[in-house]
């Protein structure tokens, strides 16, 4: 089967072969191609065994520093979508390398020296072991059901570095595996390993003071010319989509993985998202959207080399091993949300349940005052619910999170009632609707260019930044009127709330406006890991730029629609709308100067009294004789 990146920023030029096994090979011994990705399926108990034998072994003795064209290590690749495998890999008389894991990667270096691998000097020698035939054997303990995996094993000469060649900690010497962590919802934190010289030297040319190759390579870093460099790249599985029906398919899953097993597919496929020197520290954040797709390589050269060879620097670099991460649980293990549950009816709900809230503020907000404020208390306190508890109880469960959040709330719309139906601080509920509405137009400001300033990088100021531009909204806009303040106020955040609810269904980065700027509070490491603006190509990743501005455009045509329409139709009149006590004193001034004018109309609109209407008779040409005559027994 042919494995080619499809639908990329970037064109693949190299392609992938890949030989299908049916559940029928497994447990023969299968023959692997050099850089070949073989797609196999392994049964429960019953080990999937697989032979690789170098391309180039050779067969004389190489000196110390010598560069020639001969295989001198090999790295092994194993991958499954959903289980975990267990990977060994047997070159006797070398002890037996084994790992597990989703994304497994081992390294076996081939041959013999004559000295330690790891401090060799002038007189040192490379030896040949043929054939240099190895064995790879790949189960699945934890499962009880056949699981679709692929392997591959690639060689390479002494030209190439060896990813994870200076591992001191690791189980294996070698260790070429990118660890990728969840630091939080939508963010990762990556690690990888210091490599190695693809063939030991001291300073290109002679032995020096310092035989131990990776220990030259940190005192290497110190001088003009440093041994090696890192260039950590991603790239998304598909084109970005909706939380609503994310692509968890292994087809998708596979091809993606073959456009990075390669340092040529890694260059052709992949963005750059950052830049390491030997002496760095080997570790950086990462944002990804839940349940996309994405996969990291780091690709590690030999800039030494490279500047002295600049017509074969492509030989000089290598790869680790590629892995997979979809921000989401895949297995529905772990603490993270699963990827099953995107899409579920919860999710749906509320996305649903945000919109029509959006839809009745943008529509009638500054008519019905109650329903404005209710609204309003909803949606800023639940938010507030969900970052306190994000702080403070950060391993508890996503809906459990939400929940907690809906019900916090409806306390704080329950609150906001209180406050300005029972102690008339109407001017607070009027700055409180106005901070809202300030509080969305400072997310957009950094969602735009001017949040990738340097400057930010620093909480404190961001913090200052952000409260500033929320607080000079409603400022502004109390200039203008008490009414216009809630026309604006309801207008812009009940439109952004209807279409991020169906930006869940449509898949832009529409409500990432919002969810970034609560995930640098409550994610270590996010503002570290952000990248670009919701205006550029690249936003959290991976984003679809035009839809990103249709729906931004969609929102500020819709906002400005919604004003004039409660400005003419739906809330014309002044602030405020409803017949509520909102403004508590002046109702009491009005009451205490009017009660007077309305006493006396009632005493004028009284029925005339009537005397001695129980005296059984009355003389004639009395009152009765006036205004009719009243019967002795009325």
Known sequence: RHYSKMGHQHSVGLVFFATVLTAACVGAQVRLSDGAMTRFTVAPNQPAVF??????????????????DTSRWVRVNAHAQRVPLTVSVALPPKPTKRASGLDVG???????????????????????????????????????????????ATAFTTRPPVPGGCCTTCVNTDDPTLSLAMAGPGTLLAEFQQADLGVPRVDGTTPAAHSCSCDYIISAAQTTSPALSYTLYRSFGASCGSSFHPDLSEDTYFAALAGMASADGVVANGNVHATFGAKDVKQTHLTLRPGQLAVYNV???????????????????????????????????????????????????????AAIVGLYLALTGHRWIIGELSGFGVLMFAI????????????????????????????????????????????????????????????????????????WAAPLSYAMAFACVSA????????????????????????????????YFVGSSFSYMVLNVFNRVTVPGFAAAASGNYFGPEYNGCTDHTKNLIMFIAWIASAVLCIILQALVTAPMDFPSSRAPLWGADKTNEDTALQPLIDQAMYDQAPPRAYNTFRRGRPSGQRGEQGGSISSDA
């Open 51 to 68: 032979i690789y034998t170098p391309p180039v072994i050779g067969s004389d003795s190489v000196p110390f520093q010598e560069l020639d």
């Open 106 to 152: 081992i390294i076996q270096r081939l041959g013999v020296w004559t000295g330690d691998e790891q401090c060799l000097g002038a007189s040192d020698y490379w030896t040949p072991q043929p054939p240099e035939m190895m064995s790879i054997t790949i189960s699945v303990p934890n499962s009880s059901a056949p699981v679709n995996a692929v392997v591959m």
């Open 299 to 353: 690709l590690v050269a030999d800039v030494f080399q490279q500047s002295r060879q600049p017509s074969s620097a492509a030989a000089f670099r290598a790869v680790y091993t590629p892995r997979v991460s979809y921000g989401c649980s895949i297995d529905g293990s772990g603490p993270l949300e699963p990827c099953e549950d995107l899409g579920d009816a919860a999710s749906i709900g509320m996305s649903v349940g």
């Open 384 to 455: 507030a619910t969900h970052l306190t508890l994000a702080v403070l109880l950060p391993d508890l469960a996503y809906k459990v999170r939400m929940g907690l959040a809906g019900a916090g709330g409806l306390a704080g719309a329950a609150l906001v009632l209180l406050v300005w139906r029972r102690l008339h601080w109407s001017s607070l509920c009027t700055i409180f609707i106005g901070l809202s509405c300030g509080t969305l137009v400072a997310c957009v400001v950094f969602a735009s260019p001017i949040g990738e300033y340097g400057v």
């Open 472 to 503: 000079f909204v409603p400022v502004v806009l109390l200039l203008l009127r008490h009414r216009w303040l809630s026309r604006i106020s309801s207008s812009l955040v009940g439109t952004y709330c209807l279409l991020a609810g169906i930006d």
